[in-house]
């Protein structure tokens, strides 16, 4: 579900379009690939390995038991449902037995668990005359897998006899323990004195012994039969029937795929950072008005061909209001926005218009530290906006090409900066734009503190800077959300920290990472180099002083 902002309203637009499906598949074609690749070469590495796997199989005829059975005098087990023969290969002893015939050792109940989960098979075909038990062995060696699957047939066969034997022992027992009972009950009687209750519990116990003699005759005499009969032994097989190498490989293949995008959209939706410029634009509802690329080894300012489409995109945004007054901002932390403003500043110096640089963040001013200046240089902001009636000298920062830009720096303040912005800004802001076409304010982070609001009412528009790699999506709509509330207006976005240049300034970007740029000269003293103490003094107007006394203004 993406968010889309517009003009300070927030609204869902629900579903996922084939467009977002598309570049989603795109995006995360690399890593499913790679990832889809190592698993199927993982699989077939590792079962074109293992030995191969041979199936032996018998099949044993379920026969109904017919009428005629007792007329003949044989004995048959009674009719049970076929898929109790299956549970008896599972999990009664009839494997247990075959492997004590094939191996002359019972196996221990751990190793008999898991030869019948690896190697035996039984599936049960039931018609309405008879039923086929099939039984399938699997074995490294055909010939084992054989005998094993002949051995349980013949031993399930043996078990189904061995039920009939059983059922005439149950009935011989149960006939002795019932003339037992009544022996019992002929003795109360006698005691009793009951001669007519005695004589008849004597005339059913002889009956019960006419039933058990005839029990005993028909044991004996009689043929047991089973009613399962093995349709063929089973021969060692000739073909293996495993390992499966092009099926596991391309299951392997499929699932490592689909684990690949099933990873990453985990990690997405995981990771709350800033993403691509469409991302960005989708969810704000806002332009992205430069992307700027990660600074390379050897570089210290941001990409002039990506400053050049900024200011573009600026100057678009703000047709026919000058002077323009452009505030840079970021979401919660300065380097959200490091380089952005003295880009921007930079690229309308370059263009002729009278550009002011203000490094308007009196927490911490990342502009003046970029330009290397040290307090005593220069006349702080701070000093601007408490005596905003009075002139104070800017910095100039020369861009070559007789190019060059002011710079009102900031140092560490004494007083409250809100307190300080409330008092002085906009009447200082009116005297900077009636001597500069351009003023650019480098604000602090608009949810750190409330300066960056402060100053934003008072000009043409808010551009907030945020970091692909740093800034969250829900700070960047926090950030947003503040902002329209307070009824400014947001010029859009800049996206810096990019790990590719934008395509439109690839080639430029990747040629500023081996080109030493020339750092900016300031005519003013720095930590690095002492004071140019002639131009320092033509700035104060003869004075010799590094920093002159302030002039009343004329505020005519």
Not at 199 to 206: D, K, N
Not at 216 to 225: D, G, N, Q, W
Not at 459 to 470: C, D, E, I, L, Y
Request: with cysteine; hydrophobic share 45%; aromatic share 6%.
């Amino acid at each position: 579900m993406a968010l889309r902002r517009s003009e300070g309203s927030a609204s869902t637009d629900p579903g996922v379009s084939v467009l977002d499906l598309v570049r989603i598949l795109v995006r995360g074609a690399l890593f499913a690939v790679f990832l889809a690749v190592a698993a199927g070469a993982s699989a077939y590495y590792l079962t074109s390995r293992m030995p191969p796997t041979y199936a032996a199989r018998v099949g044993v005829v379920a026969s109904q038991l017919s009428a005629r059975f007792g007329e003949l005098g044989l004995i048959a087990p009674p009719m049970v449902d076929p898929g109790v023969y299956q549970s008896a290969i599972l999990e009664g002893d009839v494997v247990a037995e075959a492997l004590v015939r094939v191996d002359g050792v019972r196996p221990g109940e751990r190793q008999l668990e898991d030869f019948i989960k690896d190697a035996v098979r039984v599936r049960v075909e039931n018609t309405q005359m008879s039923s086929m038990v099939w039984i399938e062995v699997r074995h490294t060696s055909p010939a084992y897998a054989a005998r094993v699957a002949n051995a349980i047939a013949e031993q399930l066969v043996l078990w189904d006899r061995e039920r009939a034997s059983r059922a005439i022992d149950r009935s011989i027992a149960a006939i002795e323990a019932s003339i037992e009972n009544l022996a019992g009950e002929i003795a109360e009687a006698e005691a009793a004195n009951d001669a007519a209750r005695a004589a008849a519990l004597t005339a059913l116990r002889t009956q019960r012994d006419q039933e058990l003699t005839a029990a005993i005759a028909t044991r004996s005499s009689a043929l047991i039969v089973g009613l399962l009969e093995p349709l063929r032994l089973a021969a060692p097989p000739e073909e293996p029937v495993g390992p499966r190498v092009v099926l596991v490989t391309l299951a392997a293949t499929l699932l490592g795929l689909v684990l690949g995008y099933a990873v990453q959209l985990v990690r997405w939706t995981l990771d709350t950072r800033i993403g691509t410029r469409d991302e960005v634009m989708t969810r704000t509802g806002l332009p992205v008005l430069a992307e700027f690329p990660r600074l390379g080894r050897r570089a210290s300012r941001l990409s002039p061909e990506a400053a050049g489409f900024f200011r573009t995109n600026v100057v678009l945004a703000t047709r026919r209001q000058e002077p323009r007054v452009i505030v840079v901002t970021s979401p919660t932390h300065p380097v959200e926005k490091q380089g952005v403003a003295i880009a921007l500043a930079e690229s309308f110096a370059r263009s002729g218009q009278r550009t002011l640089l203000v490094d308007a963040d009196m927490r911490s001013p990342g502009v003046t530290g970029a330009l290397d200046l040290v307090p005593a240089s220069a006349t702080p902001l701070e000093v601007f906006l408490a005596n905003p009636d009075r002139a104070y000298p800017t910095v100039s920062v020369a861009l070559g090409n007789k190019r060059s830009f002011d710079f009102v720096p900031s140092f560490s303040s004494e007083r409250y900066p809100v307190d300080l912005i409330n008092e002085g800004f906009a009447a200082q802001l009116d005297s900077w734009c009636q001597s500069h076409d351009v003023v650019v304010l480098d604000t602090t982070p608009v949810l750190a503190y409330a300066d960056a609001l402060a100053m934003a009412p008072h000009a043409t528009g808010v551009v907030v800077s945020v970091s692909a790699s740093r800034s969250s999506r829900d700070r960047l709509d926090d950030a947003l959300g503040l902002l329209a509330r307070s009824q400014v207006k947001v010029l859009g976005v800049v996206l810096t920290d990019l790990r590719r240049p934008p395509r439109y300034s690839r080639t430029a970007a990747n040629a500023a990472d081996d080109e030493v740029i020339e750092p900016y000269r300031t005519r003013v003293a720095t930590s690095r180099r002492p004071i140019d103490r002639a131009i320092d003094a033509k700035l104060a107007g003869g004075t010799g002083r590094a920093s002159p006394e302030p002039t009343p203004r004329s505020r005519g």
